[in-house]
Structures are given as structure tokens and as C-alpha cells.
């Protein structure tokens, strides 16, 4: 094997880890809110503020963690992994 078979194999090894991360990372919060929302009801409609629930603020906090997450990996890939790999393939 070549040694930028190689590395290019290394390299895409930590993407697949990187992305299994942040990908589980993903379906903890997501399912955990969906399990709150199916078996704790009560704890969900408590008032965190008037006219704002926990589900509602739990709610907008899976959508900004989403985006929070897919900005961890494009930063991730733009930093590392697009430069890494332009390196290999020159």
C-alpha cells in the first residue's frame, strides 16, 4: 500500500468516526426529546416562562443544536479534512 493510500485511508477513517460522532450525538438528543414528549407529558408542558413550556423550549433547542452540530462538521471538514485530503491528492 502506498503511502498516501495510506493516509487517504487514515483520513477517511476519522471522518467516519467524526461524522458516527456527531451523528449519534444527533439521535440521543432528537429520540431523548421524542421520549420525553411520549412518556413525560407533565414535565414537558411545565411553564418555563409565560406562555413558554419546556417541550416548546426543549423543542427549539434540538433545532439549534442540530445546527450547531452541522456547523461543528463543516468547520471540522474545512479545516482539516479538505486540507488534509488536498495534500494527499497533489
Same mark, same amino acid.
Given at each position: ?11 477517511? =477513517?476519522? %471522518? +467516519? ?18 421520549? *420525553?414528549? =411520549? ?12 406562555? *413558554? ?6 423543542? =427549539? *433547542? ?5 445546527? *450547531? ?5 463543516? %468547520? ?12 494527499? +491528492? %497533489?
Amino acid at each position: 500500500m502506498k503511502v498516501a493510500d495510506a493516509r487517504l485511508h487514515a483520513l477517511a =477513517a476519522r %471522518r +467516519t468516526r467524526f461524522a458516527i460522532t456527531l451523528t449519534v450525538a444527533m439521535i440521543v438528543l432528537y429520540f431523548g426529546f421524542i421520549l *420525553l414528549i =411520549a412518556y413525560d407529558k407533565a414535565l414537558m408542558g411545565t411553564l418555563v416562562a409565560p406562555g *413558554l413550556s419546556l417541550g416548546i423550549l426543549l423543542g =427549539a *433547542l434540538v433545532i439549534v443544536v442540530s445546527w *450547531l452540530l452541522t456547523f461543528v462538521y463543516v %468547520r471540522w471538514a474545512n479545516r482539516r479534512y479538505d486540507r488534509e485530503l488536498s495534500e494527499i +491528492t %497533489r
